[in-house]
């Protein structure tokens, strides 16, 4: 099968399109055939091994991820498939199934084909309703925005700012707390008002314009892009809140992940509350093109590889 091959750490021309052997099923495991996989953020920072970044945090990444190049060398962690073969003590699915998965650090999701154990924590059955470009769309951002937004347990009526709201965690973190019951205030670029304004946001803010809001008081900010952008209209935000107000960012502690997640959002996406955002879409063959763009942190919602037969 083909696969892309993080060779090692570095620019995007690390990844390399190269023919692999094709898994097998063991008793326990299945075989998706991968139709669609997502690039996201985190593929751009195990990639490049965060030239940037501090010497701990890129120490500890190579610790978990590998010294001189990823231990497992396809990366990509979101899917969206069909089950083509299963192993005899198999019970949770059945070849032809529909799935979706995130698989963390086991990565290995930009190749026409991967194994998993059945058990795997974050494999589920796919939504009826979408097309698996659509559904690998979801998982990423929408698991992050449901494991940050548990923390700041949005009540009905909250005043809730999602700073970066446009980004594939942002598009997922606005759909998620106006479902809540939250008044969504969203905040984007100037490109992408209507975008979150699409997505159900209440009230709007352009980061490229406003410095000062007039004085709003929020019960969540939630910082949907990171510590690392920001805006002058951010730092004003950031401690623009009511008495009992939480602040929480998507780089404060690692996500935690239950096993329902994937099956909660199966039901807000067949419910018609949780829709894709995809940005563009690329063949594995481009992978490098693809992370050039997601590594410039302006992609609107999602970016996918398509995977042909
Ligand atoms: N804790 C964890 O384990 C964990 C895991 C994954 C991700 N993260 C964090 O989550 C961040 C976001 O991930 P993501 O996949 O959602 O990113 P993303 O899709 O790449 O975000 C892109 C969006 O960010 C917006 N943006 C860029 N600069 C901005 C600024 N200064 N102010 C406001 N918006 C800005 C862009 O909008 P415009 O084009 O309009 O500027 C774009 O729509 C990552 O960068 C990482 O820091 C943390």
């Not at 993080?6 to 399109?17: A, D, H, I, K, N």
């Not at 809730?160 to 969203?186: D, E, F, N, P, R």
């Not at 008002?193 to 803010?205: F, I, N, P, S, Y």
């Not at 935000?237 to 009992?244: P, V």
Request: aromatic share 6%; hydrophobic share 45%.
């Amino acid at each position: 099968m083909k696969a892309a091959v993080c060779t090692r750490y570095g620019p995007p021309e690390v990844l390399q399109v190269r023919d692999v052997d094709d898994p097998f099923p063991g008793s326990n495991d299945v075989v998706i055939r991968i139709r669609a996989a997502a690039v996201t953020a985190s593929d751009v920072f195990i990639r490049s091994a965060i030239p940037s970044g501090r010497l701990v945090m890129r120490l500890l990444l190579r610790v978990f991820v590998g010294f001189r190049r990823p231990r497992r060398p396809i990366l990509g962690a979101v899917l969206a498939g069909e089950i083509e073969s299963i192993g005899k003590n198999v019970t949770r699915f059945r070849v032809g199934d529909r799935v979706w998965a995130f698989t963390l650090l086991r990565f290995g999701c930009y190749a026409q084909r991967i194994r998993l154990p059945e058990t795997t924590k974050l494999l589920a059955p796919a939504p009826s309703n979408l097309t698996d470009d659509e559904a690998a769309a979801i998982p990423y951002g929408a698991l992050l925005a449901l494991s940050f937004l548990r923390r700041a347990r949005i009540q009905r009526g909250d005043q809730v700012l999602v700073y970066g709201a446009s980004g594939a965690i942002g598009t997922a973190a606005t759909q998620i707390a106006k479902h809540a019951g939250g008044m969504v205030t969203a905040v984007c670029s100037t490109a992408n008002v209507e975008l979150v304004r699409a997505l159900g946001a209440d009230a709007v803010l352009d980061y490229t314009k406003e410095k000062t809001p007039a004085g709003a008081l929020y019960d969540v900010v939630f910082d949907a892009v990171g510590r690392r952008k920001t805006s002058p209209l951010k730092e004003v935000l950031t401690n623009a809140l009511t008495r009992e107000g939480r602040s929480i960012s998507v780089d404060d502690r690692t996500p935690r992940f239950e096993r329902t997640d994937l099956d909660e959002l199966r039901g807000l996406v067949e419910a018609g509350i949780l829709r894709p955002v995809i940005d563009r879409r690329y063949a594995l063959e481009q992978i490098a093109e693809a992370h050039r763009y997601v590594e410039q942190g302006h992609k609107k919602g999602n970016v996918l590889i398509t995977l042909a037969d």
